[in-house]
Every structure is written in structure tokens, then in C-alpha cells.
């Protein structure tokens, strides 16, 4: 392998695409080429930096200095300023970072706060599609570690169970628990499936993290596997993440080729094989009952609940379905220890989260801290506030099926218990934030929108409530509704709650609820206009 | 047509799961972008499902159509980030700039308009996707610009 003197990283996600990205690499390309730089500098892709709404980006190393809203035109100066002559562009937005780059550069830009990052800890830095550069950055050692060690599947079970580690799709359930379920299950088929149907609205934390580093996740299927005793596994991508199917494809066909996945993996007796699918467009398949129903070529219907997957699964056998972000821990759990990962977060919700904060704030992204990170930090040190130095009225946590926070709650604790105690959930960790101008109603109306058009139709609470709902709250929007109809949305929701075969029917009420309580006004101000 | 409708379903081996995958690969081989009934029922005749089940299949997902389209599905995100950043507005335009409602595919066959559920490209709301391609930040004028370009190039 050669020896670069710099290194130009360019992050590519959808921001930067639509920024350019790619043109931007081109013109880098043929500059490098005119300037015979080609054997010194090396141009390459990483997944995200998280930072969305800087246009593209590019990164040099080893000077650490990352420039933004870089555009086909600024190429030059940087090639002839910066690589040539090695002097910082200081006319181009830009930030000059030390060693841990993600931290400096959130603090040239202002922001205050540093990120814990676990999950995300390789994501921008290396070239998701080169396995060598994994390697090379610890890729795989959690794995080796396993295989070399002898370490047996059910100390790997204990030690996530030590780990406190909770699943990050929303429900919160122990991970180490699940495994140990599906282990302990008869038959000696097993499954592991790894759920990135990621659809919640707000969320694209899993999208980000297998375009950035698909082989964690890999190497966290393979730990998976191993710890259950499986010999095969599933990831379960969304139809429209195109970037992300690619990549995952590329990984595993790579770790295949050095024998990290297929028979006897790096000469032990350990096989291991792992397939993508691809969905086809629908929310409820997030669910992983209906997932599995996916998966095997049916409608994504919803089973009903018990057997759970532990026990009967894909195809009726025990089957452990884990998030992309609970996986993305694994790793370092196995190499750092469970100790290490309980020094972060809160005593019952360990580790970090990565959430995605949105609307209107000034620094829409993707941030990973500790849990329990208060909400107000997370919207204003990392989101950098409310947009054009308005107020905030409103944040809607955890996707649609979340909950609207009111200033009230802004110094909350982001994690499961505290979240729980103010009738909330955590949810994906998407954080939606309304400025003072925003409609709570007409945000409802979306919300309910949402959910009568991904209700799967199977059970009629959900078919015939999601659509009674958005009725009434789309009379209520249009200023003809009546206070009865902001009771019966209550209702509606609550009898959804207790009659509805899957979460999807049962998660309305949460938006609904929450609303209705915390802005109740918005909806009163709705009504008495039409008594006028 | 780049490969026949056998050859795409001869790729798969006879087994139920990979339905959806082949129901994927015979929409995109096609320039219109959807499933006909020959597709429906090879698939079924292949996997020994019966017709009912592989079409309640199809019908099931959003990506999957019945309809011809047009050269360019034109899928507007409408949830609810998208909404509070001005998704309605995008589609009020939308559907001026082309001449078609939702579910439409303009006669000239070039623009086919769909809503979308979230595309998870939520820190650029509003977005639209175009083909495989994303498109944020939208506003009118930007809109405007991106459509034009694609008539363009039809």
C-alpha cells in the first residue's frame, strides 16, 4: 500500500450529494491529476460527519482542517492554497480541528458540546467501502477477540446483559435478555435479524450509520449470531435507501472474500452467512413481527403477540431482531468491556443515543451523546437554537408515534426513565422543534396523516381509527370542528390503544394525548374561530 | 426491455422469500416502472403461490405500482418535518408546474407525481426525491429550476 502525504475525505450522505459532493471530487480528481499530485494525495468517501445544511464537505488530513459549503469553484484554491503551498484557505468556511476532530470543529462552529460517540465513533473518518481501511482502524477486532479468546456464547450473553444495553428501535427492551431468550429457545435453527427499515418521520440515525460504516454492523450480525447460535442472518433494509443497500452489499461481499462470513470463519468452526433483503415501501414492517412477515415474501401484516420472535420467529424459529444502533454497540461492548460502557449515560439508561434533531433549529443533524443529555442542550448547544432567534414552543420527540413536548419540559433527561416518568418515550430519537409560529393542529394533522396512510389495515381499530382521526383533526384544522371533536379525538385514540393488534394502532394516542394536553389553547383557538 | 421477464425470475431460486425481490427487479427493468399483470402472474406460476397471494403482495407496498409511469417519479416527502418546513406549499407547486394531480403521470410521460412517506433525508426538509436522487432545502424557485432542468433533458 502507498503512502499518502494527505489524505481529502469527503463526506458523502444526502446532504452533501445535493450540495455536489460528487462534482466536487471530480474537479479535486483531475486537479490532483493536472498537478501530478495523484501519488501524494488521496481522495476518498466516508460516511457522515452528522453535520447536515453545510453543504459539501472537505476534509484534509493529517492538517485536521475541514472546509464547508466547499463548491466546484473553490476547488482550485484549496489544491494550489492548501495542498501545494500548505497554507489554510481563510477566505472558505472553515474550521481547524486537533486530534478528536468531530469535538473542535463543533466548537469552531460555536457549539459548545462534545459527543460521546460510540455508535459513530469510525463513520466519517474512514472509507466505508474499503475493508483494508476497517481493518486497519480496529474493524473486526471485537470478533477476533471472540474467536481467539474461546470466549463461550453464553459469557458474551452475560456481559451484554452486564452492559445494560437497551434496544435503540424504540422499545427499549435488553438486548442481552433478547439473545439469551432466542439461545435458550429449542431447535437448533436460529435467526438474527438486524431491523433497518427505518421509516419512523425525523429518523435517519440507522441510514447514516450503515453508509458510514457498514462492517460494524457486520461484525455485530456475526457477534449476534455467534452469541445465539445462529448460522445465518438478515439485514432488513428500507427499498429507498439505495446508498445504504449498496454499501451493505459491498461489505459483506468483501468480508466474504477474507473469510470474516462463510464456513469456518477465520479456521475456526464457526459459520456464519449473512443476506440483505430489501423492503418495498411500508412503514409497519419496522415492526418486527411484521418484518418477518416481510421477509418471507407476504404482506407486512403484523403477527399477533405471543410467540414472540425469541421462540418462533423467521420461518417459526427462535429469531433475534436487533436495531441497527443497538448492534452498533456491540463491538465495543465486547472489546472495552460492559464496566467501561455503564461509565456512560444514567444508571438505568447506559450508553449513548444517537438522535436527530430537526425544523426549526439552526443546525439541523445527527448528534451521538451520553443518555440523559437534558433537551434543551441537545436543541440549543448542538442544534445551535431556534432558527432566525425565534422562540420555541414546541418539540416533538420520538417521531410520529412521539410525543409534543412543551417548553415546560425542555430541561427533561433524554432517556428511557425520564422520559417515561413525563409520559413520553424516547422513541427513534428524533427530535422534531416548532418555533413559536407553529400550529399545533396543523402538526397533529400531519402526525394522524401519516398514520392513516402506513395503517396496514388488518386490524380495524387501527384501518377505521387512524382515518376517523385524521377526519376530526382535519375538521379541526379547517376551523369547522367543535369541542366535542377535540374529546373525541381522545377518545379514538385511547380505545385504538387498548384494541389495536400492533404498536402502529397503539401509538397515535401518544401524539394525540400529548397535544391536546400541552396546546390545548391551539385547539380551542381552532374552535372558537368557527363559532365567530 | 434489458432482460426478458424469465430471465429476471430464473435469477431467483423457487422460494416465496424472494418475492418481493423479484417483484422489485421486474418493475425496474421496465422504462415505465410498474408491475403488469404478466409479471403478477409468471411470478405466481414460478413460486407456486397462487395469483390472489402474489398480487395482495404487490398491492401491499407503496413502491410497487399498476400503473404505467412516467420517465420521472417525482416522490414528494409529506411527513411531518417535511410539513413544518413547507412540504404543502412544494406540492401545491408541484402539482401547477407539471399539470397533475397525485397518482398522475404527465402525458408527455415524462413526470409521474407520488407522495411518500418519509424519505429520511429529515435535516434538508423539505425534500423531494426524484428517480433515485434527493433533492432539499427546496424552495419555489429551486423547484421551479429542478423541473426544468429535467424537462430538459427529456
Known amino acids: ?90 477566505t472558505l468556511d472553515h474550521a481547524v480541528a486537533g486530534m478528536d476532530v468531530g469535538v473542535k470543529a463543533y466548537h469552531a462552529m460555536g457549539l459548545t458540546r462534545k459527543q460521546e460517540r460510540v455508535v459513530l465513533d469510525k463513520s466519517w473518518k474512514i472509507d466505508p467501502e474499503n475493508i483494508d481501511e476497517v481493518l486497519a482502524n480496529g474493524g473486526y477486532s471485537a470478533l477476533e477477540k471472540i474467536l481467539d479468546q474461546e470466549i463461550e456464547p453464553e459469557a458474551i450473553i452475560e456481559e451484554i446483559k452486564v452492559s445494560k444495553l437497551r434496544g435503540r428501535g424504540g422499545a427499549g427492551f435488553p438486548t442481552g435478555l433478547k439473545w439469551e431468550f432466542t439461545r435458550k429457545a429449542e431447535g437448533d435453527v436460529k435467526y438474527v435479524i438486524c431491523n433497518a427499515d427505518e421509516g419512523e418521520p425525523g429518523t435517519f440515525k440507522d441510514r447514516l450509520i450503515l453508509e458510514g460504516d457498514p462492517h460494524k454492523l457486520i461484525e455485530a450480525m456475526l457477534i449476534a449470531g455467534y452469541a445465539v447460535g445462529a448460522q445465518k442472518g438478515y439485514i432488513y433494509i428500507r427499498g429507498e435507501y439505495k446508498l445504504s443497500i449498496q454499501r451493505t452489499q459491498k461489505a459483506i461481499d468483501q468480508a466474504l472474500k477474507i473469510n470474516l462470513l462463510g464456513n469456518k470463519i477465520l479456521g475456526t468452526e464457526f459459520s456464519f452467512h449473512l443476506e440483505v433483503k430489501i423492503g418495498a415501501g411500508a412503514y409497519v414492517c419496522g415492526e418486527e413481527t411484521a418484518l418477518i412477515e416481510s421477509m418471507e415474501g407476504k404482506r407486512g401484516n403484523p ?101 409534543f413536548l412543551s417548553e415546560k419540559l425542555l430541561d427533561v433527561k433524554m432517556d428511557f426513565e425520564n422520559l417515561r416518568e413525563n409520559k413520553a418515550a424516547l422513541g427513534s430519537g428524533a427530535i422534531l422543534v416548532m418555533n413559536e409560529d407553529t400550529c399545533i393542529v396543523d402538526m397533529l394533522f400531519s402526525v394522524l396523516k401519516f398514520f392513516a396512510h402506513e395503517s396496514c389495515g388488518q386490524c380495524a381499530p387501527c384501518r377505521i381509527g387512524t382515518q376517523q382521526l385524521l377526519d376530526t383533526v382535519y375538521r379541526l384544522r379547517q376551523g369547522q370542528g367543535s369541542e366535542q371533536d377535540i374529546d373525541q379525538l381522545l377518545k379514538t385514540a385511547q380505545t385504538m390503544y387498548h384494541t389495536s393488534l400492533c404498536p402502529l394502532g397503539q401509538s397515535p394516542v401518544m401524539a394525540v394525548k400529548s397535544a391536546i394536553k400541552n396546546f390545548r389553547k391551539d385547539f380551542v383557538n381552532k374552535v372558537q374561530k368557527t363559532n365567530q | 426491455m434489458a432482460q426478458t421477464r424469465e430471465q429476471i425470475i430464473n435469477k431467483y431460486s ?141
Open chain 1, 1 to 90: 500500500m502507498s503512502i499518502y502525504r494527505t489524505h481529502i475525505l469527503l463526506p458523502v450522505d444526502d446532504g452533501t450529494v445535493q450540495a455536489g459532493v460528487f462534482q466536487v471530487k471530480r474537479q479535486l480528481e483531475e486537479l490532483l491529476a493536472d498537478r501530478g499530485l495523484t501519488d501524494e494525495v488521496k481522495v476518498l468517501e466516508t460516511g457522515t460527519v452528522g453535520l447536515i445544511g453545510k453543504g459539501a464537505i472537505v476534509v484534509l488530513y493529517p492538517d485536521n482542517v475541514h472546509y464547508y459549503n466547499v463548491r466546484e469553484q473553490d476547488v482550485q484554491t484549496i489544491v494550489d492554497e492548501h495542498i501545494v503551498k500548505g497554507r489554510v484557505v481563510e
Open chain 1, 303 to 403: 403477527r399477533i403477540k405471543p410467540p414472540y420472535p425469541v421462540t418462533s420467529g423467521l420461518w417459526g424459529k427462535p429469531t433475534s431482531v436487533n436495531n441497527v444502533e443497538t448492534l452498533a454497540n456491540i463491538p465495543a461492548i465486547i472489546l472495552k468491556g460492559a464496566a467501561w460502557f455503564n461509565t456512560l449515560g444514567t444508571e438505568k439508561s447506559v450508553g449513548t443515543k444517537v438522535f436527530t434533531i430537526l425544523g426549526h433549529v439552526e443546525q439541523p443533524g445527527l448528534i451521538e451523546v451520553e443518555m440523559g443529555t437534558p433537551l434543551r442542550e441537545i436543541i440549543y448547544a448542538y442544534g445551535g437554537g431556534i432558527k432566525g432567534g425565534k422562540k420555541f414552543k414546541a418539540a416533538l420527540v420520538g417521531g410520529s408515534a412521539g410525543v
Open chain 2, 14 to 154: 423457487a422460494d416465496a422469500e424472494n418475492l418481493l425481490a423479484m417483484l422489485h427487479d421486474l418493475q425496474d427493468c421496465k422504462d415505465e416502472n410498474y408491475l403488469s399483470e404478466a409479471d403478477i402472474k409468471d411470478a405466481a406460476e414460478y413460486l407456486n403461490l397462487p395469483y390472489t397471494t402474489v398480487h395482495g403482495v404487490a398491492t401491499f407496498y407503496s413502491m410497487y405500482s399498476f400503473k404505467p409511469r412516467g420517465k420521472n417519479i417525482v416522490r414528494v416527502c409529506q411527513s411531518p418535518p417535511c410539513h413544518l418546513m413547507g412540504s404543502t406549499d412544494i406540492s401545491k407547486e408541484l402539482i401547477k408546474l407539471l399539470g397533475v394531480k397525485f397518482g398522475e403521470t404527465t402525458a408527455c410521460g415524462t413526470f409521474t407525481l407520488e407522495m411518500t412517506s418519509c424519505l429520511g433525508v429529515c435535516g434538508t426538509a423539505p425534500a423531494i426525491m426524484i428517480g433515485d436522487r434527493v433533492y432539499g432545502n427546496l424552495d419555489l424557485q429551486r423547484l421551479k429550476e429542478i423541473i426544468n432542468d429535467y424537462r430538459r433533458e427529456k
